[in-house]
């Protein structure tokens, strides 16, 4: 049975860092994408970042490029998401996926963590 399971969030104040872990279990996950999304109170969840499997590239939204870092440790099953300068609009809870490929639509992505919670104080 694959599971995930987040950690780190937490509070922190505008142009702060935050580290999320996602430890994953179930299967080979070097071999399949993984992700990170977020989804803010009334807003869809949207992608934020995705490895390929076997490293094969990332990808970043606008939004974060340039301030969150995704990278991967399949050795531990770990996928991490350093984020820096983070500001009040990055508050939201952040949740990390695995699915076959790398897609922009979360119903497409088949396992999920709970999610944790980050907040971004001014």
């Known amino acids: 049975q694959v599971q995930l399971v987040e950690s780190g969030g937490g509070s922190a104040q505008t142009e702060g860092s935050l580290t999320l872990s996602c430890k994953a279990s179930?299967?080979?996950?070097?071999?399949?994408?993984m992700a990170w999304f977020r989804q803010a109170p009334g807003k869809e969840r949207e992608l934020l970042a995705a490895?390929?499997?076997?490293?094969?590239?990332?990808y970043y939204t606008p939004a974060v490029e340039g301030r969150f870092t995704i990278s991967r440790d399949d050795a531990q099953n770990v996928l991490t998401l350093q984020m820096n300068n983070l500001k009040p609009a990055d508050t939201a809870v952040y949740f990390c996926?695995?699915?076959?490929?790398?897609?922009?639509?979360?119903?497409?992505?088949?396992?999920w963590g709970q999610g944790t919670q980050v907040t971004v104080s001014s």
């Open positions: 996926a695995t699915s076959e490929r790398v897609t922009t639509m979360p119903s497409q992505w088949d396992y």
């Open positions: 179930g299967r080979t996950f070097a071999l399949y994408p």
């Open positions: 490895l390929r499997g076997l490293k094969r590239g990332a």
